[in-house]
């Protein structure tokens, strides 16, 4: 079975320009989120969806970040316009109905210069 | 919502050794992970175990839901072993704590 995928692995952009990450969960697993990891510390969830619902966004800054999820699969998330504080690692999971557990892709890490 | 939190924050050993890493949680929780984060930044599975005592070859983690924390144990550790271990709980969001920067030296 395939894991959680995210591409790209890596991303160097200069500030102001916008980029956009993309995740293929885990076949069946019906919830999906996105997650932002700075340096030394934990992950910090950005966007939930279930299925092709966004269920909680309350910390996605909204004014330069938008997600989507279509037809509750695939799942895109842009940064527009990019800021220096946006480096980080940009981490996507999903979790199967009835939750038994959450499975992480490798990442991207994002770096604006 | 649910708070977690990891201690220690840091711990550096001598290869061979045998370490605790330690979780406590706020409120009560049904779901609680351990993962590594391997030098790449990937967050690799290492339990689901939201009670009880689970072993995985030189690691085993137990969770005492009722009183609010969990236990990682490597036992003879390898210079593999290193990296950062956190717990998350599931509150609706998967909640991490800050994790346990382990070194383990040669």
């Known amino acids: 079975e395939a894991g959680v995928v995210q591409s790209p692995r890596y991303k160097i952009i200069e500030k102001k320009q916008p980029v956009a990450f993309w995740c293929n969960p885990i076949s069946g697993h019906n919830t999906l989120y996105w997650y932002r990891q700075n340096l030394g510390q934990g992950p910090e969830l950005l966007i939930r969806?279930?299925?092709?619902?966004?269920?909680?966004d309350s910390q996605l800054p909204k004014d330069r970040f938008s997600a989507e999820r279509l037809k509750g699969v695939d799942s895109t998330l842009k940064i527009q316009p990019a800021e220096l504080g946006d480096s980080a690692v940009y981490l996507c999971?999903?979790?199967?109905?009835?939750?038994?557990?959450?499975?992480f892709g490798q990442g991207t890490r994002l770096t604006v210069v | 919502g649910i708070q977690v939190e990891q201690s220690p924050p840091d711990l550096i050993l001598q290869e061979g050794a045998n370490s605790t890493l330690r979780c406590n949680f706020s409120?009560?929780?049904?779901?609680l992970q351990w993962f590594h984060q391997n030098p790449w930044g990937q967050l690799i599975n290492l339990f689901y175990i939201p009670s009880g005592t689970k072993q995985n070859g030189r690691l085993s983690a137990t969770t005492v839901a009722t009183e609010r924390y969990s236990l990682l144990y490597i036992s003879s550790s390898q210079t593999t072993d290193s990296g950062v271990y956190f717990c998350a709980a599931r509150d609706d969001k998967i909640i991490f704590g800050k994790g346990t920067r382990l070194h383990i030296l040669p």
């Open positions: 969806y279930e299925n092709e619902e966004a269920v909680d």
């Open positions: 999971a999903s979790t199967p109905f009835g939750w038994s557990g959450a499975f």
């Open positions: 409120d009560s929780v049904n779901n």
